[in-house]
Each structure stands twice: as C-alpha cells, then as structure tokens.
C-alpha cells in the first residue's frame, strides 16, 4: 500500500529494536525513554447531557489495556447536522471561534453515502504510521432519543462499511447498552472487521439512530483503534469507559482511575481522550481537569479553551482530524479527541503513579 514502509525494512528495525530494549530493560530503564512505560492513553466515554443533577451513571473501569510500543487513536464523526438559516457558518466556524450551537437550529440527518437504502451516514479513516499493526478496536455510538422517534426500536443496531465494500450489521449485545434519560450509549468490538481492513482504510457508519427534525439534538460514533508499532516508544495503553452526566445544576464530576504504573524515575508522558456529548462551543463553563498528583490541573490546548473544552470538535493534539466526510469543523453536539497534555514537569502525574482523577465541570448553561 502507498505511504507504507517495505516489511524488510520493518523487521530490521524490529530485531534491533529488541536487541537494544533488553540491554536497556537490564541496564537503563529509568534513565532513557525507549523503554519508559509511559502513562500514555485514556480514553474516557463520557457523557454531557441535559439533567438536573451530576453523577457517574455507570463507573468507569478498564474496558481493555496492553503495555506494546504503540498508540491509540479515534475514527470519528457526528450522526446529525444543522439546517437552514446560518447553518453553514455555524458549522463551518474553526475551533475555538464560533457560536453555533445545536439549541439554535433544527438538527438533521447527516447522509454522506448516496445510497438510497440509508437514512444516515457519516465517514472518516484511519491513517496509522507505516508498520503499524492494530491489536483492539471498538465502535462506540450514541445520540439523543425518543421513544416516539422513527425506528427507535433499532438504535442498539448500527451498520459498517469499510472503503467501498457492502454495509454489515451490527447489534451491541444487552451488557454493552444503555438508556439515559433523552439518550442512548452502545458499543461493540469490531477489532476483526478493522484488523482486515488494515492500517489505511476508511469506515462509514449507517443508521444511526437519533431524535432529529428539531432543535437541541446530537449524536456520533467513534471507533477507538489501539495499535502497535515497534518503531514507537513503549507505553501503557488503557481504554477505560463508562458513563458520566454534567449539567449545571451540580456542575462537578470526578472520575477516579486506576491500574496503570508510570516509571519509576525519568519522563512520564500521557495522552487523554475523551468522548462528550451536547457540548455547546461558545456556552462558557465546561472544563477538563486531571489529577495525577497534588492538584487538579486544567486540560486545553490551541482549540480548546480552559473554559470551553467540550465545543463540538473532533480532534488529536489540537488539530481537527482531515480525513472525514462530511468534515464540519463545529459538530454541533459531538465531541472525539485526544490531548496531550505537557507533562514534562510532572506537575500533571509523576513517577511511580498508579491512580488518578479527571474532574469534569460546566456551567450553568444546559439546556
């Protein structure tokens, strides 16, 4: 495939990399990043909705996690997009900018595939470094609901095409759904269907269900690859889910988390990914916060302001992820992305850490 090392070159660097890893395992450990465990990914499957009170619905726990050289990444789009009136520029507005919101239009379908047999679809690709392989993949989906809404009966069923290929259908099993109010949240494990699709492929997603043809609706879906790659460092890779509701009323949330270890002397680096639902860009209040030593310490980066961190973007290390169809730059009520905090203080997590807390917050500004 285009853009792909030879696998030659690949093993090569494989064997001298193991060669190199056991001499630094015995001799370097805490003093050279290449065998560093790093705290590196969380993944959070959060919810931010429309109630009058906060709580963790369903605790977060560790869903899979691996220690491989390697990362873990977001396929992502939005289920639903706004119509008439400013709509374009509202959803057309970069991160941080803009003022669109989903309280101001009425939301519709997003039907990107021409294919008259789907009521919604939405794409995006996956992009992995040359010799990458994936070891996990799994679909999460969910969206404002009804019971009275058309084909309410099949939101836990959702369908997946990989490149241009035939949609398959898939139902997440009773353990893995949940209803919440106006909103539903499922997921399923799709870790086959994305091994054989390889490294470079594109994934759309059908009939997602969601209430629409009104205002204050939202929806989306992302698929959490993680992947390994022996020409990357070496890190703690966790995906921990579970759900979380935010609103004004009782605007804090904290969600401990544990089950990793961060080395015990040298760097210690993270990624933070979170998936949040009906947050408002520009309705000022909502922040990210983590935990890993003394203090709280606020999350942002170039899109993402101290005080408006779920503002519908779709996104890895402040910059919008390219490759979906359609590609809004303002979801109006979805958002999939990754930070990477800088951690090189330690003032985040330090050495020898094996819990931590994100706190969640918003104003008072749901609606």
Same mark, same amino acid.
């Given at each position: 495939?285009?853009?792909?090392?030879?696998?030659?070159?690949?093993?090569?660097?494989?064997?001298?990399?193991?060669?190199?890893?056991?001499?630094?395992?015995?001799?370097?450990?805490?003093?050279?990043?290449?065998?560093?465990?790093?705290?590196?990914?969380?993944?959070?499957?959060?919810?931010?909705?429309?109630?009058?009170?906060?709580?963790?619905?369903?605790?977060?726990?560790?869903?899979?996690?691996?220690?491989?050289?390697?990362?873990?990444? /977001?396929?992502?789009?939005?289920?639903?997009?706004?119509?008439?009136?400013?709509?374009?520029?509202?959803?057309?507005?970069?991160?941080?900018?803009?003022?669109?919101?989903?309280?101001?239009?009425?939301?519709? =379908?997003?039907?990107?595939?021409?294919?008259?047999?789907?009521?919604?679809?939405?794409?995006?690709?996956?992009?992995?470094?040359?010799?990458?392989?994936?070891?996990?993949?799994?679909?999460?989906?969910?969206?404002?609901?009804?019971?009275?809404?058309?084909?309410?009966?099949?939101?836990?069923?959702?369908?997946?095409?990989?490149?241009?290929?035939?949609?398959?259908?898939?139902?997440?099993?009773?353990?893995?759904?949940?209803? =919440?109010?106006?909103? #539903?949240?499922? /997921?399923?494990?799709?870790?086959?269907?994305?091994?054989?699709?390889?490294?470079?492929?594109?994934?759309?997603?059908?009939?997602?269900?969601?209430?629409?043809?009104?205002?204050?609706? #939202?929806?989306?879906?992302?698929?959490?690859?993680?992947?390994?790659?022996?020409?990357?460092?070496?890190?703690?890779?966790?995906?921990?889910?579970?759900?979380?509701?935010?609103?004004?009323?009782?605007?804090?949330?904290?969600?401990?988390?544990?089950?990793?270890?961060?080395?015990?002397?040298?760097?210690?680096?993270?990624?933070?990914?979170?998936?949040?639902?009906?947050?408002?860009?520009?309705?000022?209040?909502?922040?990210?916060?983590?935990?890993?030593?003394?203090?709280?310490?606020?999350?942002?980066?170039?899109?993402?302001?101290?005080?408006?961190? /779920?503002?519908?973007?779709?996104?890895?290390?402040?910059?919008?992820?390219?490759?979906?169809?359609?590609? #809004?730059?303002?979801?109006?009520?979805?958002?999939?992305?990754?930070?990477?905090?800088?951690?090189?203080?330690?003032?985040?997590?330090?050495?020898?850490?094996?819990?931590?807390?994100?706190?969640?917050?918003?104003?008072?500004?749901?609606?």
């Amino acid at each position: 495939m285009a853009g792909l090392m030879s696998p030659i070159p690949c093993l090569l660097f494989e064997l001298l990399v193991h060669s190199v890893m056991h001499q630094v395992e015995l001799f370097l450990i805490f003093y050279t990043r290449i065998m560093l465990k790093e705290f590196s990914s969380l993944i959070l499957f959060i919810a931010c909705s429309i109630f009058s009170y906060c709580q963790v619905i369903t605790p977060f726990t560790i869903r899979t996690q691996a220690t491989q050289k390697g990362g873990i990444r /977001f396929v992502s789009n939005s289920s639903v997009t706004c119509s008439g009136g400013t709509c374009a520029a509202g959803r057309n507005a970069l991160p941080p900018a803009g003022t669109g919101t989903n309280n101001g239009f009425t939301m519709v =379908y997003i039907d990107a595939d021409a294919d008259g047999s789907t009521v919604m679809s939405s794409s995006d690709s996956l992009a992995l470094p040359g010799c990458s392989e994936i070891t996990w993949a799994g679909l999460y989906w969910g969206a404002s609901s009804a019971v009275a809404m058309p084909n309410y009966s099949s939101r836990f069923n959702i369908k997946l095409k990989v490149n241009k290929g035939a949609y398959q259908g898939l139902t997440s099993a009773p353990a893995n759904r949940q209803d =919440y109010g106006a909103n #539903y949240f499922a /997921f399923t494990d799709v870790t086959a269907i994305v091994k054989a699709a390889g490294i470079n492929a594109r994934f759309t997603i059908a009939d997602l269900i969601t209430d629409q043809g009104s205002t204050n609706k #939202y929806g989306g879906w992302t698929i959490v690859v993680m992947y390994k790659n022996d020409l990357q460092p070496m890190r703690n890779l966790i995906v921990f889910n579970g759900l979380a509701n935010v609103t004004g009323a009782s605007p804090i949330v904290d969600v401990p988390i544990s089950g990793f270890l961060t080395p015990l002397s040298g760097p210690v680096t993270f990624d933070l990914g979170v998936i949040a639902y009906d947050g408002d860009r520009s309705s000022l209040g909502d922040s990210l916060q983590f935990k890993g030593g003394a203090s709280f310490l606020t999350v942002a980066d170039a899109i993402h302001s101290a005080n408006d961190m /779920f503002n519908s973007t779709l996104s890895y290390n402040a910059v919008l992820t390219p490759y979906r169809l359609p590609s #809004y730059n303002n979801t109006l009520g979805y958002d999939a992305s990754i930070f990477v905090p800088n951690n090189a203080a330690k003032t985040y997590i330090g050495n020898g850490a094996t819990s931590a807390t994100i706190r969640l917050t918003t104003g008072a500004k749901r609606s």
